[in-house]
């Protein structure tokens, strides 16, 4: 069946330092891909996506380009800031609607 | 603009008591889909909807049921709670059935804890 696999956390950066959470998946047919971001005490919330293979999704900084032969979608964010600390949830998407979800990423930024 | 309603934020059950959570939207969204989130597990499906009157299993049914009369309305039961339901549940919809590429609009939560 479907799976994303995210890289474990949690990850703790300075400020201004650079940001890669791995995430690859396993999928029959042709899914989209997106990064879903959780703030403390909220709902998830779409980050950014991608919907076919080259593709790249960009958003607050953040990109993530999905790579059908390596099967990944990592993300990226050059410098990254307090306020993005949050838990990041790759995850792909099927017919019907369904998701399929990595365990999350814990990120936090220290100033 | 509501988007997705949970209702309650909070709940303490006693096991064998039932519950019902609620979920409502006001976008006149087709899908909605309920999941629970587990630390170290991320989300899980539990059950969906593609439409009034219809509805199907996810990854982990077992436990909890789901109707669909409207297309606003997602309620989630649980007949008899057990500890092992205490989790962090997320109601959720997108606005159609069968594309891909649709993102998933996420209501705040609802934190449950069965003692």
């Known amino acids: 069946g479907d799976s994303v696999t995210q890289m474990e956390g949690p990850v703790t950066l300075s400020e201004e330092a650079f940001l890669t959470i791995n995430c690859t998946y396993t999928?029959?047919?042709?899914?989209?891909l997106f990064w879903y971001v959780q703030y403390p005490g909220e709902g998830l919330q779409l980050l950014l996506k991608a919907t076919k293979a080259d593709d790249k999704g960009s958003n607050k900084g953040f990109e993530a380009t999905y790579r059908k032969e390596t099967t990944s979608f990592h993300l990226e964010k050059g410098s990254v800031q307090v306020s993005d600390s949050a838990v990041y949830f790759c995850a792909l998407g099927t017919n019907a609607g369904k998701s399929t979800f990595g365990d999350g990423t814990t990120l936090t930024v220290k100033p | 603009n509501a988007g997705v309603t949970q209702t309650p934020k909070f709940q303490v059950l006693k096991t064998g008591q039932s519950m019902t959570l609620q979920c409502a939207q006001d976008?006149?969204?087709?899908?909605m889909s309920w999941y629970r989130q587990d630390p170290g597990m991320g989300l899980r499906l539990i059950h969906y909807s593609v439409g009034a009157g219809i509805t199907d299993q996810g990854e982990v049914p077992n436990g909890y049921n789901v109707s669909r009369s409207t297309t606003e309305d997602f309620p989630l039961r649980l007949l008899s709670a057990a500890p092992s339901q205490t989790s962090v549940y997320f109601c959720a919809s997108s606005p159609g059935t069968l594309a891909t590429n649709e993102k998933l609009f996420f209501g705040s939560g609802t934190q449950l804890s069965v003692l």
């Open positions: 976008m006149n969204h087709e899908y």
């Open positions: 999928a029959t047919g042709y899914p989209s």
